[in-house]
């Protein structure tokens, strides 16, 4: 692996007793058009004397990324450092890694505060090794002070960027040290570039209990990828700062704007990548409320549907009919789904529900034989199943006591694979033409046929593709046309 070329604001900044490496100036990087030509793959470290918006060293990380120079601090790491929500996106055991160190007496620590630098994810404390290079790899910033404080239990407060020309000699010396290393490591994996078209990133969960695909499709979508010129990589949520790497991200995981992989979703975006879920579908499929105000406005039917706060509660119990379903219009909060059989059992569930959420949202629960389910990729569908015992819910609360949830035990609901050319048109347009109102991603229309028509229940993004539900062919079949979209919006974005 090549070393990078250096920008520093002042040639004065690397000292003379620092390695001889390519060490240039930000003025120059930014002025001479002979970087401007140089190979779309250069690395470059930029160690300028502040990131902050607009600065020097700001402008070189932008430019930087222009030029599809391979830049650290990216200017996608840079914003990070102010969104203190991305700092434990990452780093769930803080707390442990740092009662490490207070298991033995330290000199220079308080109990409640403490200040740690990591150079290109080292540090000096044996205990953080671990510690440093995950917050290196989150947010690849080459000198980092990590702030760390105890309110009940320990978190990281703060993080900034520490500056080459600020270093004390002794910084100065681990700085030499820790970069030496960092030269002479490989923090990527090889990309082998040369044998792939594109690099696309899978986010799964290996712990999810009801996977949007199993390992045995996962493994199928590397093969199939492989064979059309991509190089599918599975990453988890501790990949969050390596997204950059990557030409595409495609989300198998359940997601939820309050959940990490809506800020995946969102950094995608940010970095120019392909990404299905896009942050707007991850928005709008979640919000059940929005959904049914966007459905009714376009004249699709739907259950009969209310959204109601605590002061209208009453003129909603009256006239919703019964059984309905109850739940938080938040697809975050949709393990919280209720079923209730009359008017008193609404007042109990809602007053109960009203302490976690201002608005909530009731629906006639349709009693039918089965439900169509129709996945849709880029406007155009993918597969379609009829689901049996549409009315039995996989995760369905009711209240006992003073608000205490319990779960019952209902029955798995079944799949059964149709053909899409023998799908009734009119369940077919409906599916299409609630789905293309969310956009041209990857999401699973929800539908029941009924005897005042076809209405759509609800309209999900990052629907399930696994062995599960359809046979090696046919998943091997989604899996090409997945891969396939993928080049083809790549291939567009890229003007080829």
């Not at 093969?223 to 190089?231: A, D, F, M, P």
């Not at 608005?359 to 990729?377: A, D, G, N, P, Y």
Request: charged share 25%; aromatic share 10%; hydrophobic share 35%.
């Amino acid at each position: 692996m090549a070393d990078p070329i250096i920008i520093v604001e002042d040639l004065t900044d690397w000292k003379t007793h620092f390695p001889k490496l390519s060490v240039i100036s930000a003025k120059d990087y930014l002025s001479k058009p002979e970087y401007s030509l140089t190979g779309r793959n250069l690395r470059v470290m930029n160690l300028c004397r502040s990131y902050h918006h607009l600065s020097v060293g700001y402008y070189c990380s932008l430019l930087a990324e222009s030029r599809h120079h391979r830049v650290i601090p990216s200017i996608s790491t840079l914003n990070d450092l102010t969104r203190k929500f991305i700092y434990s996106l990452e780093i769930e055991d803080v707390g442990n890694y740092v009662q490490q160190v207070f298991g033995k007496p330290r000199t220079g620590f308080t109990a409640t505060a403490f200040e740690l630098d990591i150079y290109f994810g080292q540090c000096l404390i044996k205990e953080l090794h671990e510690l440093a290079r995950q917050l290196f790899i989150v947010f690849r910033v080459p000198l980092l002070l990590v702030e760390l404080r105890l309110q009940g239990q320990w978190h990281i407060s703060n993080i900034k960027a520490l500056y080459l020309h600020s270093l004390s000699s002794e910084q100065e010396e681990f700085f030499l040290s820790a970069l030496a290393t960092y030269l002479s490591r490989r923090w990527r994996q090889p990309r082998a570039r040369n044998n792939y078209r594109y690099d696309l990133a899978v986010l799964h969960n290996p712990k999810e209990s009801i996977p949007h695909s199993d390992p045995k499709t996962l493994q199928k979508f590397i093969k199939i990828g492989r064979e059309c010129g991509v190089n599918v990589e599975l990453i988890e949520k501790k990949d969050y700062g390596r997204l950059a790497e990557f030409d595409a991200l495609f989300i198998r995981e359940t997601t939820g704007t309050d959940h990490y992989t809506y800020q995946f979703s969102k950094k995608a975006e940010r970095e120019g990548m392909v990404v299905i879920d896009d942050p707007d579908s991850i928005l709008r499929c979640n919000n059940k409320a929005y959904l049914d105000e966007l459905l009714r406005n376009h004249r699709i039917r739907t259950p009969k549907t209310a959204v109601f706060h605590r002061a209208t509660l009453e003129q909603v119990a009256i006239q919703i009919t019964y059984p309905a379903i109850l739940r938080i219009p938040d697809r975050s909060c949709s393990c919280k789904i209720f079923i209730v059989k009359d008017r008193i059992e609404l007042l109990e569930v809602a007053n109960s529900l009203f302490k976690e959420s201002d608005l909530l949202l009731t629906q006639e629960l349709l009693q039918t034989e089965f439900e169509w389910r129709v996945s849709i990729l880029n406007r155009q569908p993918l597969f379609v199943c009829q689901c049996l015992n549409p009315n039995e819910y996989s995760k369905s609360y009711r209240c006992k006591g003073k608000g205490d949830v319990i779960q019952e035990k209902v029955e798995t609901q079944s799949l059964q694979l149709f053909q899409i050319k023998e799908t009734p048109e009119i369940v077919m347009k409906t599916a299409l033409k609630a789905a293309n109102l969310i956009g041209n991603g990857l999401y699973r229309v929800d539908l029941k046929q009924t005897t005042n028509g076809i209405m759509v229940i609800e309209i999900n993004d990052s629907p399930s593709i696994d062995h599960s539900i359809v046979d090696t062919a046919l998943q091997e079949d989604l899996c090409r046309k997945i891969i396939k979209d993928f080049i083809g919006r790549l291939d567009r974005k890229r003007g080829k």
